[in-house]
């Protein structure tokens, strides 16, 4: 059986998910006489639409372009295999200039992409790139970019009903909106303790899949070293006060550490390399 | 008799002005994933940095929120 440990976590954080969902759909049942159907329509609408201007947010936000075949068969080949050995339909292949070496993963299984930074094709080695990538189509293939969309939707909308359920049992003076505003956001935070851990972990399990499909986790290891490496140096040295800015590394402790989306990244290396 | 829901106000309006001013980063993180990527800005393998100019937002929403509670304690007194 594959991924037992993400089983075992989803099952815990998916009825987790449910129960906050649950609540939140019986109160706006109770509150509005909404049937059930109608509940659920608003809420697979609600994350539909976060989906698709989630997706198309970020390849606006860094200027994505189509990745030329011409200028980079070996990768477009590359991908094209992983991709069959994954049993997954080859994503769409971007490239953008972000500023530092970077590659990221949007949409599902049948309609994903790929964006890797020119920064990062300079950077690495050509194993380590397909390193990178093994990893981004890992995600496609495990539907992480779906379960994220969906923990944040359901974050918001158990986020909303309980602002509304603050509101509506309140007495609609100024104390009621601030504490409703309050609440909200609580609760969406509350909720995404349990997304977010389940984000670290699904790192995690893309990175052990990545090297099962190219035989080692060894190149993904130095790609994700070399990065490291070249964001303390390029911290250490101050030179291009802009780039520092985008590359704040080191361990992240206390509240930090517990929203985080991606676990520290030398436990990666360290596990990779086991 | 303490209007209870001032008192919570008051106190969850600290404690979240607080959390915004200390970690705005971590609450920019939790309003931003799943929405955009939460790799896309930054270096590889990481959480996407946070722009100066949001954290400094998010920390003066945290500001006006302790304002906010410290004056809803302040009218129970």
Known sequence: MEHVGLKARMAVVGATLFAFYAVAAVVVMGAFGWPLWLVLLGSVAFVGVQYKVGKWMALRSVGAEDLPADRYPGIHDRVESLSRDMGIEKPRLMVARMGVPNAFAVGRKGAGTVVVSQELLRTLDADEVEGVLAHELAHIRNRDVVMMVLGQGIASIVAIVAQWAVLLTGDNDIADFFLALVVGQITQLLVMVFVLAISRYREYVADRDAAREIGSGEPLARALEKISRGAERSRESAVDAQVNALCIFGEERGLARLFASHPPVEKRIERLRE | ?77
């Open chain 2, 1 to 77: 008799m303490v209007d209870v829901r001032t008192l919570l106000a008051a106190v969850l309006g600290v404690v979240l002005g607080v959390v915004l001013v200390a970690a705005p980063d971590a609450v920019i993180r939790v309003q931003t994933a799943g929405r955009l990527p939460s790799d896309r800005g930054g270096e590889y393998g990481t959480d996407s940095t946070v722009p100066t100019r949001w954290r400094r937002l998010v920390q003066g929403a945290g500001v006006v929120l302790v304002a906010g509670g410290l004056y809803f304690g302040y009218t129970l007194v």
